[in-house]
Structure formats: C-alpha cells, structure tokens
C-alpha cells in the first residue's frame, strides 16, 4: 500500500531556505519517477519539480527554475526538495506524489489521485 508522508515545511522569511522531505514506502523510487506539488490557498494544486526514475533528470515548473532542487535518496527510499530563495508565492501546502515518465524524464503531472497530508510552507515576513 502506498505511502507518502511529507515533512519539513514551516515558517520561514522571504529569501530564507528549507528542505522538503517525502518518505515513500509501497512504491521503490528506483523504478518510478516521482515529484513534488504545492497548492497555494484558494488555487489548484501545481507541479512544482519532478525526478526521473534513474535519478538522472529532473523537471522544474518556470516559476521555480533556479531557486528549488529535487533529489532522491534510494537507500532511504526518500525524495527531497530543497528550496532556497523563497518567496511569498511559494507558500502553500507541499505534497509528494509518483508522476508519469516521459522517455528518459518526467512529467509534472501525478499518475494517482492519492496524496499524503502534504507539509506547510509559509513564506512572510
């Protein structure tokens, strides 16, 4: 059974960093690709950043080129988001969820309608 629990959000001011992180468990992150969503309040969710299954490519929404860094530990079986440079807009609920590959990358888009309780990031001053 699949398993996502998120961590590592909080309260944090404009330019300041954090670490996401997604524990898996029902699904190895070696075979599939994996990435990361956010829903601010009163919007959509969005796909934020995605890893291939190989580890070896990664996708990033335009809004966040540059300031946000996904990886993975396989050994852990755990997907990371670092987050650097943030701001206010980058608040929302930050969840974890496999999404589809696309040749030897990914998409950002969930292949599941199945979320964990996703983690908190607040960017204010």
């Known amino acids: 059974q699949l398993q996502l629990v998120e961590s590592g959000g909080g309260l944090v001011q404009p330019g300041g960093s954090l670490r996401l992180s997604c524990a898996v468990s029902?699904?190895?992150?070696?075979?599939?690709?994996f990435g990361w969503f956010r829903q601010a309040p009163g919007k959509e969710r969005e796909g934020v950043s995605c890893i291939s299954s190989s580890g070896d490519s990664a996708n990033y929404a335009d809004s966040v080129k540059g300031r946000l860094t996904i990886s993975r530990d396989s050994a852990k079986n755990t997907l990371y988001l670092q987050m650097n440079s943030l701001k206010p807009e980058d608040t929302g609920v930050y969840y974890c969820?496999?999404?589809?590959?696309?040749?030897?990358?990914?998409?950002?888009?969930?292949?599941?309608?199945?979320w964990g309780k996703g983690t908190l990031v607040t960017v204010s001053s």
């Open positions: 969820a496999p999404v589809w590959p696309h040749e030897d990358t990914c998409l950002l888009r969930a292949t599941l309608d199945y």
């Open positions: 029902g699904l190895t992150l070696d075979y599939y690709a």
